[in-house]
């Protein structure tokens, strides 16, 4: 850990409703793309019960978050420093338990994250699929909000009733959409503008846009070699976007 | 929950008080006059009614006995003022610490007077709660941090308690349960009305009987309507390679 003095971090939620559209992929490469922007990230794997961010950066984690859960072990003796600017805290796969914290473990590991947060500048968290308690939590406790989706009906919908769980449930209001996989930059701007009117039309919020990813091979080559694909291919058009959007991320 | 409050000291208590309810000790908040409690007591249970009372005067916290301390006269109740006082600070509690609260309701006719009834209540008081008097006749009982599931067993205790220590002819008792979840925003007055439309209701069934407040959680509030549905999908679209960034 370089950085040890005290920030203000800017805490962001990447969720999808629908899985399999690219969010663990998404936050792997965004919080590469900002710790080479200079900026200190900290990624936690929201998916507290089948984990895969070690899986997509080649991890093999020892400790992961739910020792801290489950035996009071320190957050921060978890933390897995992938470059100087980028640290991943790691959860755990195939633990159902993890997937369902009681209130009170939620609180517990509030707290336990509140400690080890304000050495970095941005926190994202990559958060599981569906409308569970975990993503609903992760999702009101961050700043801002980043939904990821395909142009799938089915990716779409989730999408959507995600947005409208958080925003009927938890009043949040503020939603950065990334449409991922996209043909043609036309695509996802057609499918930003329909998801913009459906969420005006119903729930009277204008979500902001955060960008569209090309469908990319370079993306699932990397994930195959377990890693980054801004590191894998770092000319190609999926890098060259994700490092557009870690801009935009950091003028939020 | 609010980054807002990065020391979230309220929470803090709660977690605490939480732990400390499997002990055999008794938790006094210490609350000013703000919305989060200065402190909190943790004191031996075998340690006799008096010196407490005397070790909080000491404190100089005079108002700060709560439920647990409650029972020794009508008195002692908090009023219906600060009834909806104690409401708005613990709605907002749940906004912050996620954590749902309940509010019961009960009404005991023809028994023992509203002293009596506190009295009587006090085996089933737990850390943290908030009795009160309500519209003279009835008891409200704040339940920090009890989900619907919850109140519902701690009514049914209450409730068993009440009719073993009321048992006689006339007796009537009625239980109302509402419950505030986190992702709701109920202002006091409302979660009041809803807990009184619930006695209401028990006391029209009869029998003892407890009711707890369906429409605090309106199920399908969330669901994706048909015609949203029918927007979303307004324009085919080409399926996406599910090979994109899919991990």
């Known amino acids: 850990m370089t950085a040890k003095t005290k920030r203000s971090p800017k805490i962001i939620c990447i969720s999808s409703g629908k899985g399999g559209v690219g969010k663990t992929s998404f936050s792997v490469n965004v919080a590469e793309a900002l710790s080479q922007k200079g900026k200190s990230v900290l990624l936690i794997d929201g998916d507290l019960g089948l984990a895969n961010v070690d899986v997509v950066l080649g991890l093999n984690v020892r400790h992961t978050i739910r020792e801290t859960i489950e035996e009071g072990r320190e957050l921060a003796s978890s933390l897995v420093e992938i470059n100087p600017g980028f640290h991943v805290l ?3 796969s195939g633990v159902p338990e993890m997937a369902n914290l009681s209130y009170e473990e939620q609180a517990f590991l509030t707290s336990s994250l509140e400690e080890i947060i304000d050495r970095f500048d941005y926190v994202l968290i990559d958060t599981a699929a569906g409308i569970g308690d975990s993503v609903l939590w992760f999702n009101t406790w961050s700043q801002e909000n980043i939904v990821i989706l395909t142009p799938d009906p089915t990716s779409l919908t989730d999408a959507y009733a995600l947005i409208k ?8 209001k503020r939603f950065h959409l990334l449409i991922n996989s996209v043909q043609s930059k036309k695509e996802g701007q057609d499918v930003f503008a329909n998801m913009r009117m459906v969420l005006e039309r119903f729930l009277k919020i204008t979500p902001l846009a955060l960008g569209t990813m090309p469908h990319d ?6 994930i195959r070699q377990q890693k980054p694909f801004l590191l894998g291919a770092p000319d190609s058009k999926a890098s060259l976007e994700i490092v557009a959007v870690a801009e935009r991320i950091i003028n939020l | 929950m609010s980054r807002k409050t990065p020391s ?3 929470l803090l208590y709660r977690s ?11 938790t006094i908040r210490l609350t000013g006059k703000g919305a989060a409690p200065l402190g909190l007591l943790l004191i031996d249970d075998t340690v006799p009614e008096p010196e407490v009372a005397s070790l909080l005067a000491g404190l100089r916290f005079p108002d700060q006995p709560r439920a647990t301390l409650l029972g020794d006269g009508a008195e002692t109740l908090p009023d219906l003022g600060r009834l909806r006082r104690q409401l708005a600070m613990e709605l907002a509690q ?3 610490t996620r954590l749902p609260c309940a509010l019961l309701l009960i009404t005991l006719s023809g028994g023992a007077g509203l002293a009596g009834q506190a009295a009587a209540l006090a085996p089933c008081l737990h850390p943290g709660d908030l009795l009160s008097g ?22 049914e205790e209450i409730r068993t308690l009440l009719r073993t220590t009321a048992s006689g002819k006339g007796t009537s008792l009625a239980l109302g349960i509402a419950v505030c979840h986190a992702y709701e925003t109920i202002p006091p007055d409302h979660f009041l009305a809803l807990a009184e439309a619930e006695l209401a209701r028990a006391v029209k069934m009869g029998n003892d009987a407890i009711c707890q407040s369906a429409a605090a959680r309106s199920e399908d509030s969330c669901q994706v309507t048909v015609e ?15 090979a994109g960034m899919a991990a």
């Open chain 2, 8 to 10: 979230d000291t309220a």
């Open chain 1, 90 to 92: 790691p959860a755990s």
């Open chain 2, 134 to 155: 309500f519209q003279k006749t009835g008891l409200a009982l704040i339940m920090p941090g009890a989900s619907v599931g919850k109140a519902r067993k701690r009514a």
């Open chain 1, 217 to 222: 091979k370079s993306v699932s080559m990397a």
């Open chain 1, 165 to 172: 769980v958080l925003h009927s449930r938890h009043d949040r």
């Open chain 2, 228 to 242: 949203e549905r029918a927007q979303l999908w307004m324009q085919p679209r080409k399926s996406s390679r599910a």
């Open chain 2, 16 to 26: 605490l008080e939480e732990q400390a309810s499997r002990h055999p000790v008794r």
């Open chain 2, 94 to 96: 749940v906004r912050q």
